[in-house]
């Protein structure tokens, strides 16, 4: 979740939130439609495990957006062959994540398909769910809150679940204020578990996440200032040079804050960080450069 508002329009947003609170936009979950039975002769089962290879492959060259269109292609054609393969369809979520946020996004003329990517991988990462445990799928199928349902989940469902919410957050952001406003205890309740679950999960990502969270809400809606720079830091203390956490600083704490000090400090950090510093996520360090960059030519008009 981003934002590029300065502090006055927050207030702004407070006196709007009772008119539009009811008013987002909604999605109808993969649950639904997923109850097919798959059985896999040899040969299906050789060709599933090619292009999961073939997507892995991809991967590694991400940075690469004809690379990691094709990882995302090639997971597409894997789960096509074996709809029940849940660590595939986390991989796509993931991938699908990627794509929007390193490359979709820095294109204007691509928005639409920028917000579609993250709903597209919302809806992989449910998939995943329903793959991984049907009693889940079935508490959804019978109308269950899922923050309700999860309770039936344990550890191995945080990728999914945090790749599924880090999808829905970006959609609901680009879709309207109301949209996301009304997915925000949901998506609350789903990092609160991955929190308690697998607090380390994507170089402390739970963490940073409420980072955000307590940044971006307002008082009434609990926002807290306190709690959030408390996750942030928490999130840096294990993991200084994942430059996102500090891209997420400078852009929901210290714009909103007025702090432009800290704004100049963690945007400064970010790009004089060799991007290969953790070279398992090169491509992602190179994107929150690239985002940095984009900060501080706006900055005049951020404060």
């Known amino acids: 979740m981003t934002s590029s508002l300065k502090f006055g329009q927050w207030i702004a ?26 059985v896999l002769d040899e040969s ?20 690469d957006e004809a690379q990691s269109l094709a990882a995302v292609e090639k997971w597409k054609q894997a789960v096509a062959i074996n709809p029940k393969n849940a660590e595939a369809w986390t991989d796509l979520s993931h991938a699908l994540f990627f794509y929007a946020d390193c490359h979709l996004r820095f294109d204007e003329s691509r928005a639409d398909l920028h917000k579609a990517t993250h709903e597209e991988g919302t809806r992989a990462a449910e998939r995943a769910l329903v793959a991984m445990s049907p009693a889940f ?22 990728p999914a ?11 609901a952001t680009l879709e309207s204020f109301a949209t996301l406003l009304s997915y925000k205890d949901e998506v609350r309740a789903i990092m609160e578990f991955c929190l308690d679950n697998d607090p380390s999960y ?14 971006k809400a307002p008082g009434f809606s609990g926002g807290d200032m306190t709690k959030s720079m408390e996750h942030f830091q928490a999130s840096i203390a294990v993991h200084p040079n994942y430059l996102g ?14 702090d432009r ?19 398992a996520i090169s491509a992602e360090n190179a994107c929150e450069q690239r985002k940095a960059k984009i900060l501080m030519a706006d900055a005049d008009d951020l404060f």
Request: proline share 2%; with cysteine.
């Open 161 to 171: 679940l945090y790749w599924r919410s880090s999808n829905l957050g970006r959609w």
């Open 245 to 258: 956490t500090h891209t997420f600083i400078a852009e929901e704490w210290a714009i909103k804050e007025a």
């Open 202 to 215: 994507w170089y402390q990502g739970p963490d940073r996440y409420f980072g955000i969270f307590y940044a």
């Open 137 to 158: 799928a079935q508490r959804m199928n019978n109308g269950e809150l899922i923050e309700e349902a999860i309770e039936v989940l344990d550890a191995s469902a945080v």
């Open 261 to 279: 000090a800290l704004f100049d400090q963690e945007l400064s950090y970010v790009l004089n960080t060799d991007p290969n510093v953790i070279p």
């Open 13 to 38: 947003f407070g006196c709007m939130v009772a008119v539009v609170a009811g008013c987002g936009s909604t999605r109808e979950g993969a649950w639904e439609t997923s109850s097919e039975t798959v």
């Open 44 to 63: 299906a089962k050789a060709q599933e495990a090619q292009l999961v290879a073939e997507a892995k492959a991809a991967w590694l060259k991400r940075g």
